[in-house]
């Protein structure tokens, strides 16, 4: 039997699988970080894409009128809603 097992038998230590008040807020806090990355990231994706999309007439072979389709595709279906 390990130390930290003898601890939580003898009521010293909290189990890793009780609920505890602190656990919540830490799981709370965690996943509103990850929410806010997500976040983050789906900007900074949109942001790229955009600037991708500028630049594709320059691309050659690819006229106004094909950029031009391409760019709705692209924001009919990935863009923003």
Do not use: C
């Not at 983050?40 to 006229?63: A, Y």
Request: glycine share 8%; charged share 30%.
């Amino acid at each position: 039997m390990g130390k930290a097992l003898r601890k939580m038998q003898r009521g010293k230590a909290p189990s890793p699988l009780r609920k505890e008040p602190l656990q919540a807020e830490l799981m709370k806090s965690f996943n509103k970080g990850v929410e806010a990355g997500a976040k983050h990231q789906r900007e900074s994706d949109i942001v790229h894409l955009v600037k991708w999309l500028e630049q594709l007439e320059e691309v050659p072979g690819i006229g106004e009128k094909t950029a031009s389709k391409v760019t709705r595709y692209f924001l009919e279906n990935f863009g923003v809603k």
